[in-house]
């Protein structure tokens, strides 16, 4: 089976590259489109129905560039819309939520930590998962700031690091030995928070789990294409700057109201 149209990948901003990359990687010969709603961003401070009717406005532009399949790159719009989308297009979505399980099931001290957006931990889909690891205690912290410090281009700022191990040092006190990244912005500040834990701390994202389910769901239901590599497509409804720099300048962005 084949499908020649292009994967479409959206987020509330730029974090959603790290899950782009992991795609593109995975699948270099499928064309991907990557749609950044950074004007709106952060989506972790806006209600469910916000997140919902922005998550349907992302997705009509998407299926206008013909997108056979579309992965949710953002776990706030995961985890509060994609059941909305779901029963609202007949298409195939990929969602990314916390990776909780992994980190639970290979714990030692029976401690996590998970640092995500206010609207991920709030979500009914969140803490439904987090009902079901009992005997693991989860540390929740709110990345209050961080998405919007990325999107404005601050990664490496003395903010960022004062902020980080304002919210990492409860979670060491505790006796963490995994932390779990719940936001596809955050895995941008690995090489930070690496700084700030202690070695024997594992750190979670989602990024080549959802490439695997990306290629395990064209293989089952929507086809490959059979294209040779082709350059990838990026849009943003903002100044485009951060996100050609997050893309280290490799491929040129699109700015486009939507």
């Known amino acids: 089976m084949t499908n020649n149209n292009p994967i479409g990948v959206?987020?509330?901003g730029i974090g959603g590259?790290?899950?782009?990359?992991?795609?593109h990687d995975?699948?270099?010969?499928?064309?991907?489109?990557?749609?950044?709603?950074?004007?709106?961003?952060?989506?972790?401070?806006?209600?469910?129905?916000?997140?919902?009717?922005?998550s349907k406005k992302n997705v009509?532009?998407?299926?206008?560039?013909?997108?056979?399949?579309?992965?949710v790159a953002c776990n706030t719009a995961t985890t509060n819309a994609i059941r909305e989308l779901r029963a609202t297009y007949d298409i195939p979505?990929?969602?990314?939520?916390?990776?909780?399980?992994?980190?639970a099931n290979n714990s030692k001290t029976q401690v996590i930590g998970i640092l995500a957006t206010k609207g991920t931990l709030n979500s009914e889909l969140f803490n439904k998962t987090a009902e079901m690891f009992q005997?693991?205690?989860?540390?929740?912290?709110?990345?209050?700031?961080?998405v919007q410090l990325i999107e404005d281009g601050n990664l490496n700022s003395p903010e960022?690091?004062?902020?980080?191990?304002?919210?990492l040092q409860p979670m060491i006190d505790a006796n963490i030995d995994y932390l779990v990244l719940g936001c596809s912005h955050y895995p941008y500040l690995i090489?930070?928070?690496?700084?700030?834990?202690?070695?024997?701390?594992?750190?979670?994202?989602?990024?080549?789990?959802?490439?695997?389910?990306?290629?395990?769901?064209?293989?089952?239901?929507?086809?490959?294409?059979?294209?040779?590599?082709?350059?990838?497509?990026f849009y943003v409804n903002s100044d485009p700057a951060v996100l050609e720099s997050i893309l280290n300048y490799k491929y040129p962005v699109i700015k486009k109201d939507f």
């Open 191 to 233: 090489p930070q928070i690496k700084k700030i834990l202690p070695d024997h701390i594992q750190i979670i994202d989602s990024g080549e789990a959802v490439a695997r389910q990306t290629q395990n769901v064209l293989r089952e239901k929507v086809g490959f294409s059979e294209n040779e590599k082709s350059e990838p497509e």
């Open 26 to 54: 995975l699948l270099p010969n499928e064309k991907t489109i990557y749609l950044a709603d950074s004007k709106n961003a952060p989506y972790g401070q806006r209600t469910k129905d916000e997140i919902v009717a922005l």
């Open 93 to 103: 979505f990929i969602g990314i939520e916390p990776a909780i399980k992994p980190a």
């Open 160 to 167: 960022m690091t004062q902020l980080l191990e304002s919210y």
């Open 10 to 12: 959206f987020d509330s």
């Open 17 to 23: 590259t790290s899950i782009w990359s992991a795609i």
């Open 135 to 146: 005997h693991t205690t989860i540390i929740e912290q709110v990345g209050h700031g961080l």
């Open 60 to 71: 009509d532009f998407l299926l206008e560039q013909n997108c056979k399949i579309i992965v």
